[in-house]
């Protein structure tokens, strides 16, 4: 189950268009957990989401069994 932090809720609509669901979905399907270097207890995961070849990658917290968002980005 994902969850989203009030910064993604309202960042998304506005700037981030193209980050979409299955994308997020997609990178943390397809990455390995990487700590977060300044945020304790948040994890990254970095991939490159076909077609487009682009690297995304999502800021995100997994308390219990529930993936929490707090933000994603583009990293080219």
Request: a positive charge.
């Amino acid at each position: 189950m994902i969850e989203y932090s009030k910064h993604w809720l309202k960042k998304h609509p506005k700037k981030k268009k193209d980050i979409t669901n299955d994308k997020i979905e997609f990178a943390l399907n397809n990455s390995r957990e990487l700590a977060d270097k300044y945020w304790k207890g948040a994890l990254n995961a970095i991939s490159r989401i076909p077609p487009s070849g682009r690297i995304l990658k999502v800021v995100y917290k997994k308390p219990n069994t529930k993936i929490f968002i707090i933000t994603a980005y583009w990293l080219d």
